[in-house]
Structures are given as C-alpha cells and as structure tokens.
C-alpha cells in the first residue's frame, strides 16, 4: 500500500510562487511515475504534469512554462513548482503513483492512491 500526503499549498497573489511537496510512503516509489491533479470546484479533475521514473516530465499545455515538476528518490517526494499563478489555477491538487505506457504517444496511468490534497488559491 501507498500513502501519498500533499503539503505547501495556500493562499498566493497572482503571479506569486508556490512549491507543493508530496511525500510517499513504500519501497517503490523510484520505480513509479508520479503526478500531480488538480480540481477545482465544480469541474472534473485534470491531471497537471507527471515524471517518469527515469525523470522525464510532461505538462499540460495551459502549465507548460509555469509549472515543473520533479522527484527526488532519495527522499520519496515529488514537487510541484508553480510560478506566475493565476487565478484560474486555484484548486485542490492531489498527487497520484501511477504508471506510464506508450500508445503511439506516452500517457499517464493513475495508481489506485491518492493523497488527501492541498488547496491553492490564487486571488486577483
């Protein structure tokens, strides 16, 4: 079993900073693909970017230049930077392990757990 727990969420200004930090629990995280959701009220929730275990990253389009992601195996935690936020990017984002496979492009596969999520709120 996997326990995944968000931190680093708040309260931002726009076009302020954030760094969200998600800490997982089991031997397998380096082997994992690891990503990060977000959802907002009311709407469906989409994933933000995810790094492979061999540390390649892939964004969604409206996060590319913003956001980045990384994973530091040593310690069993993936980060989120987050810069020029926008209100539109206020939501609660959560942190999945999962697996990625190649259909022509790679895609992401989220795992079973999730963690509990951070809010970000970013006012105008």
């Known amino acids: 079993q996997v326990q995944l727990v968000e931190s680093g969420g708040g309260l931002v200004q726009a076009g302020g900073s954030l760094r969200l930090s998600c800490a997982a629990s089991?031997?397998?995280?380096?082997?994992?693909?690891m990503a990060w959701y977000r959802q907002a009220p009311g709407k469906q929730r989409e994933l933000v970017a995810y790094i492979t275990s061999g540390s390649i990253t892939n964004y969604a389009d409206s996060m590319k230049g913003r956001f980045t992601i990384s994973r530091d195996n040593a310690k069993n935690t993936v980060y989120l930077q987050m810069n020029s936020l926008k209100p539109e990017d206020t939501a609660v984002y959560y942190c999945?392990?999962?697996?990625?496979?190649?259909?022509?492009?790679?895609?992401?596969?989220?795992?079973?757990?999730w963690g509990q999520g951070t809010q970000v709120t970013v006012s105008s």
């Open positions: 089991g031997s397998s995280f380096s082997a994992n693909a």
């Open positions: 999945n392990a999962g697996l990625t496979y190649r259909s022509g492009s790679v895609y992401y596969a989220p795992g079973a757990y």
